[in-house]
């Protein structure tokens, strides 16, 4: 219940931003709501959930509706409340996005089907992005606690607080895991309102759309609590506004366009970069423009505080907590360490292990025979090589006009976004669909009538390919859905997270919540237990003396490590004291001890 | 030739390439073979992992708990405790997958033994074994053998004296017979949907 009502009043303060920023096409005004609804959910989150017990879902949907009615006096007293109407040539694109969705409806129903029926299984949700959150929904308080997991403890969590909002308000992940899906229909709506923008014809707007959401890696992650998708709908919208400011020059579209870079720098740490690549709009803008709407300290202050704002948290927390606002990433400049931290950052890394544009070529051409979400290769599905890029050579070759505009302030930023952001995994930049598909629908639009129809008849082939290689969700064998309706929690045993088998069998075996101590750990989610009971611990190895003593003061039940934990300060003192560490299991992949605090302990 | 139709040409021959490449072909099959054991898979209940696959039925014959004890490498496995911790009424099925013998426990044994087993597992290291018992009987179904054992056993079949709830057809593949355990009630992965909608409903 409490999930449905914050849910529509965000939505609802969304639709009254975007009608108090005066924003006139129903596209901008989607656009615009649901970036403003985002953005809302990670403040409100920050605003009460950092109180104790704020992170609650009365608390935190009173302060949905509290913001909803000001935004509703505000809308009224200005006289905004009213919807603009419609252009013409809405009419049909909405038609399209409409025509979209029912021919791709099974597939979002075979997504959601899985979302309800198997829990969690992909690596980097296990391993971090649902960690927090679980523990916030558990405690009722946005806080930061002791971890051994570099990424619980340091990556900002803007994305992550979406699907924390889903946990607090349903006490289950499993909305969480479906969090892919509502970025589908961003990513779809961005292609269309670009396409709108081009001036490009609805009908042919309708393939650009339909080809996009039947990317397969767009398919793949709709089901998954990862942010790449997400990332790459938001980084498509906020382009979008900003080639909007580009040919424009409006604040309206400024704001929503760093509201939603606010977003991603909190998001991710290649979210600066992004911001790095948006800022060639507005400076094409400021540079081109004949008379200016908007001074150099306007555009500054519009483009950065909203910025700041939304995205900033995460860096100065880490700042304030670690000594490094990138924790746990190094940073360095010109070979000089400005932050020292575990992990080099992915962005930059033109050369390792090899050039990033040589891993994208590979990912173009190549496909994995087991495509799984974290393949090195695939991903984009062939309209991408064989219809948008090709398509977008000959736009910038054919279009005198307009072809700079394009190039500095849409496909530049693209350019930037993909240097920056390595193809290791197609996931990174899977926005490459989403800009370049618009001109696939020039392309087609600009031929005569029968290339054109055997060009959407290949595209149907390229949709069909896409639909059957990455409808299976390969992480899960077919005979395991039955074990996973029978017994919801095994279902982790068909994924990376075969642990979670066994901190049931400790839980059922104890009978209540545990306290485990974790040192290194990579899949932490699962040893919180199907209902997020139970405790991690991080004891820090100072000395040896020191940590045996607060081990033992811990009142921890068990000590659990992973495969590769030799390596670690502790492993040598857990060897040096059977009387406290009595190892109870392993299965070459963990290590766990049974904890005898003794007289001294708990 | 207009500039259109050598696009669209160029376009039919390159997918023609793209699809004839076998990376796609590759990447096509195994989805059509996920696709179709999805649709013809009977339902496995058990984990198969390595060891004592253990699935837990209830009086009905709807499966109670599916888990696996690594009795290959541990001798502490969990797996007596969990056997003595689980109430007289239940079904209990035993399926060894690649080898269950090199840790096997006095402990297991009697584990084994409290279902209607035997000690008949002590020593066959990496062979197939299964059994078919309930807490505190006295002689359950067992069969063991060095290469692959499949039962398949109607509803109805009395074991000591108690009507078997539903069908269960099992397999053991033991190391040399190639390591697996398989258990079925009859059920296919693509049957009623009740079971799903229930599982749905529970966790949203």
């Known amino acids: 219940m409490y999930l449905g009502l914050s849910l529509a009043l965000l939505w609802g303060s969304g639709v009254l931003g975007a009608r108090l920023l005066q924003l006139r096409s129903i596209w901008d005004r989607m656009l615009a709501a649901a970036a403003l609804s985002l953005a809302e959910v990670v403040l409100l989150s920050l605003a009460i959930g950092l109180w104790s017990g704020g992170y609650r879902p009365l608390p935190l949907t009173v302060g949905t509706a509290a913001v909803f009615v000001v935004l509703l006096a505000a809308s009224i007293r200005t006289g905004r409340i009213v919807t603009p109407p419609l252009e013409p040539e809405d009419r049909p694109y909405l038609k399209a996005m409409l025509l979209v969705i029912l021919l791709t409806l099974p597939i979002w129903l075979w997504i959601l089907f899985n979302g309800l029926v198997l829990p969690p299984v992909y690596w980097d949700e296990l391993y971090y992005h649902l960690v927090a959150p679980a523990i916030w929904a558990r405690e009722g308080q946005v806080h930061f606690f002791a971890t051994s997991n570099p990424f619980v403890a340091g990556y900002p969590a803007n994305l992550d607080m979406l699907w924390g909002w889903t946990m607090v308000m349903t006490g289950t992940d499993v909305w969480a895991d479906l969090g892919g899906l509502p970025f589908v229909f961003m990513g779809l709506v961005a292609v269309l309102a670009f396409c709108r923008r081009l001036g490009l014809q609805a009908r042919y707007a309708f393939w650009g759309g339909l080809l996009f959401v039947t990317t397969p890696v767009v398919i793949w992650h709709a089901k998954a609590s990862y942010i790449d998708l997400p990332m790459a709908a938001l980084f498509g919208v906020a382009a979008y506004f900003l080639y909007s400011f580009a040919t424009e020059g409006s604040r309206r579209s400024l704001l929503p366009g760093a509201v939603t870079m606010g977003l991603m720098v909190g998001a991710k740490y290649s979210g600066p970069y992004l911001v790095v690549a948006g800022l060639l709009p507005i400076l094409y803008y400021m540079w081109t423009a004949l008379i200016r709407r908007v001074s150099w300290v306007q555009a500054a202050l519009w483009y950065g505080l909203p910025i700041l704002l939304i995205g900033g948290f995460w860096y100065g927390k880490n700042l304030l907590q670690f000594g490094n606002p990138l924790h746990p990433m190094r940073l360095s400049v010109a070979g000089v360490t400005i932050f020292d931290g575990r992990y080099a950052p992915d962005a930059f890394t033109f050369t390792k292990p090899e050039n990033s544009w040589v891993t994208l070529g590979k990912a173009l051409l190549d496909t994995d025979p087991y495509p799984l979400m974290d393949s090195f290769y695939s991903g984009f599905g062939p309209q991408l090589l064989l219809l948008a890029i090709p398509a977008t050579v000959l736009f910038l070759m054919k279009e005198k006009r307009r072809r700079w505009v394009i190039a500095i302030a849409w496909l530049l930023p693209l350019f930037l976004s993909v240097a920056v952001l390595p193809a290791r995994y197609p996931r990174y930049v899977v926005h490459l669909n989403l800009f370049l598909l618009p001109f696939a629908v020039w392309l087609m639009e600009d031929m005569a009538k029968w290339p054109r129809r055997i060009v959407q008849v290949i595209c149907i082939s390229f949709v069909g390919y896409c639909v059957v290689i990455a409808s299976p969700i390969y992480s899960v064998k077919p005979n395991a859905y039955p074990v996973s309706v029978n017994t919801i929690w095994a279902a982790h045993r068909v994924g990376p997270g075969s642990q979670a088998a066994k901190i049931q069998q400790l839980n059922d075996e104890a009978g209540r919540p545990l306290r485990l101590i974790t040192g290194s750990l990579r899949l932490t989610y699962p040893l919180l237990g199907e209902r997020w009971q139970n405790d991690l611990l991080y004891v820090e190895p100072t000395d040896e003396e020191t940590w045996l003593a607060n081990v033992k003061r811990s009142g921890a039940d068990y000590a659990w490590y992973e495969a590769g934990w030799d390596v670690l300060v502790e492993a040598p003192w857990v060897k040096r004291h059977p009387e406290v560490f009595e190892p109870v299991f392993t299965d070459g992949t963990i290590q766990i001890y049974r904890i005898h605090a003794g007289e001294g302990g708990s | ?204």
């Open chain 2, 1 to 204: 030739m207009s500039r259109d139709r050598w696009v669209a040409l160029l376009l039919c021959l390159a997918a023609l390439a793209f699809f004839a490449a076998p990376p796609r072909r590759n990447a096509v099959t195994t989805a059509l073979t996920w696709w179709r054991d999805f649709g013809r898979t009977p339902s496995n209940l058990l984990p198969m992992q390595r060891g004592l696959n253990v699935a837990v039925l209830d009086a009905d014959g709807r499966l109670h708990k599916a888990q696996a004890f690594d009795t290959y490498w541990q001798a502490d496995s969990g797996f007596a405790e969990f056997i003595s911790a689980l109430p007289s009424d239940v079904w209990v099925v035993v399926v060894v997958q690649d080898d269950a013998a090199t840790s096997l426990s006095a402990a297991d044994l009697e584990g084994l033994q409290r279902l209607g087993g035997t000690t008949a597992l002590s020593g066959r290291i990496g062979w197939s074994y299964i059994l078919v018992g309930r807490p505190g009987i006295e002689a359950g179904l067992e069969w063991i053998s060095q290469k692959a054992v499949e039962a398949d056993q109607p509803a109805g079949t009395l074991v000591s004296g108690h009507p078997l709830p539903v069908r269960l057809r099992i397999r053991s593949a033991g190391y040399s017979a190639g390591a697996s355990a398989w258990l079925s009630t009859g059920a296919t992965a693509g049957g009623s949907l009740l079971p799903w909608v229930r599982v749905a409903l529970r966790r949203s």
